[in-house]
């Protein structure tokens, strides 16, 4: 039995009258990835916080190496050796890969005020070729592409010997090869005997990289187990308290007629001849790799950046799309996938983030009827089950997936016809995956048409009715759901092969 | 959900400014009388409706430095119209306001269709505006205005001043403006955060326009109300008004960085300055120790707030 490095014990804290952690106890053995579950809200982050010395606890034990750790400040539990990779990357983009490592170190490894570059790459240098980094050290972060600053970040957490990395939801922006270049340098670490706590939501990731698995469930602990003991329905019941019978809803309706027609849409650069009709009632499940040029379809079609020649019909009629405004008032409606700079004004309420693009339905004259407005916005926000103090609570203090459901909200008062939902799942627990699964079935039998963007293909598998491939900008495969499979969409999605094969 | 024209933050601000003035109505007996605060209100009013402007000019997250020359120019044109015997009194206020909105369109458009940097944009403007009023009026003041032109600054009505009763009516336009209005919502969701306002539908550019524009409206009401209190209209009027009138928005809680801030804030702002000014002038402190002491508190306001917002 490999030995134990980090031991809790009984950890508790409350916010006010909140009791977010209740008598947690959790205990990481060297080379372990030991992955952290629960929906929003299950007391993850706060666990995570108290563990990077963010917060203190009110009770409980931590050792670290049979010491235990008491002083609860991030540098005290940087020097002891636990590491955090927070989900946002915290580094000096103007600054090089090795800059970086060893920022606020600089006297250190230079031995003088005067700060040595050469010796500080050289020195950063040998740290990511330790942890099977192959970047230079005199990169600069601007350069790098998000997972490599990610790895940079890892590799500036071993080079402080951390003994126990904390990755908080690490291939949340990450393409499907990049998990693969992360997945290796973990398993680097494992072999180092660096111990790691992943929290993630995308299950298969869980499975693929997890040797033990812990649930917490509203700050209680749930249970321990190794991964290879444990299927998805047990995790999935065991996080949300309760079986799930089927994740994705049947469909109640069959698709109408023909509601969208987009022919020979192309942006040089971004995207090139894409032909596609969406039907009254029918999800379109848009799959490819990250950077396909899915989003920059979306954004065209939305009308925040205009496409440079095709057309796009609506119910027969030719739209001329040159910003969101006009999609607004012609019926098209865009979830983004980037919620915190494009969907929502975070500083902003509830109430004014959801009616903010339908306005003009709530005033006269430029003036807002308040009682109508607040009225519209509590039945939706009911309606969608936004769990919030309020609708004048600000946006930044909801979960992931209530402001999901917020931008979603914001959407759907402005009565679209077209729906477009860009990862509408991204960072959202299984719980309130599962009501926005609902919520597009709901859509699809007012006879609205969905376009479903989307990089997790059991989602696009589970909810489409056909399913459009891009790859490298260009439109590669339009599937009927019965003759697609996750390997087909790989397939097409996959550049440089296949392009001789489209009909 | 309960409706006040001050929301919780800015306690902070009304208390300060409570404790000021009972302070200094200790130190000087003649502080709290009514007619020490009649001189107090009057001589707010102008940096006030500055305030109010640049106060939906922040809230965007854009910044307006031609305050001051912006209030020159449109006092000179104001008075240049005002003569005795030549127009009624209706035609120099409108072209007044006109010269205000002017620049403001001018800021407006260039900030909206260059996407330079409203500090640098206004930063030129502040130079042409203050070069135009020097042109325009030759680089002497004009004076010999009309009666009924010089009691815009000068005259009472049941006994209060006319510059008071103007500040009162523009700050109940101001904050209705921003709290009831489409505009007013608007204006919080682009400084809250641009590029969601514009997917929201939102036509940032107008907004922005607007902005400008109502801010150059309110220093030109300012202007007419200076020209005609000190009847004259001077090319070198209001230089520096434009700190004020942003300091006077910052004290009052409006975020530099846009998308928060009310018109409440601001005129306690505005107020907060007046009262430590004229409190500082009854106890004869020299005005060199009242421009160390407006900075303080300038920094101390910001200070307070700031670490109010943190978690």
Known sequence: MPSTILQVKNLSKSFGENKVLNAISFLLRKGEVHALMGENGAGKSTFMKILAGLLQPDEGDIELNGQPLNKFDPLAHQKAGIAMIHQEIMMVPNLTAGQNIFLGREKEISGSFWVNNEKLHRKADDILKQTGLHINAGTKMQDLSLAEMQMVEIAKAVSYDAQVIIMDEPTSAISDREVEKLFGMIRNLKEKGVGIIYISHKMDEIFRIADTITVLRDGQYIGTDAADKLDYDTLVTRMVGRKIETLYPEAGTQPGEVLLQVRDFSLPGKFDNISFDLHKGEVLGVAGLMGAGRTEIALSLYGMQPAASGTIRLNDKMLQLKTPRDAIREGIGYVSEDRKSVGLITSLSIRQNMS??????????????????????????????????????????????????????????????????????????????????????????????VILISSELPEILGLSNRIMVIAEGKQTALLPRNEATQEIIMKYATPGQLHAQIT | MKKTAIKPGQYGILIAFIIICIVLAFASPKFLTLPNIRIILTQVSINALLAFGVTFVIITGGIDLSLGSVLAVSGVVAATFAHPDTYPVIVPVCMGLLAGAAFGLFNGVIITKSKVPPFIVTLGTMTIARGLALIFSKGRPVSNLSDSFNFIGGGQIAGIPFPIIILIFAFIICSLILNKTVWGRYMYAIGGNELAAKASGINVGKIKMLVYILCGVLTAVGGILLTSRITTGQPNAGQGFELDAIAAAIIGGTSTAGGKGTMAGTLLGALIIGVISNGLDLLNVSSYYQQLAMGVIIIAAVVLDSSKNKP
């Open chain 1, 356 to 449: 903010l693009a339908s306005l003009g339905t709530f005033s006269g004259n430029g003036w807002i009827r308040q009682q109508e407005e607040r009225k519209a916005i509590e039945q939706k926000s009911a309606e969608l089950q936004i769990k919030s103090s309020g609708i004048s609570q600000p946006v930044s203090a909801l979960s992931g997936g209530n402001q999901q459901k917020v931008a979603l909200g914001k959407v759907l008062l402005a009565n679209p016809e077209v729906v477009i939902l860009d990862e509408p799942t991204r960072g959202v627990d299984i719980g309130a995956k599962f009501e926005i699964y609902k919520l597009i079935r709901q859509l699809t039998s007012e006879g609205k048409g």
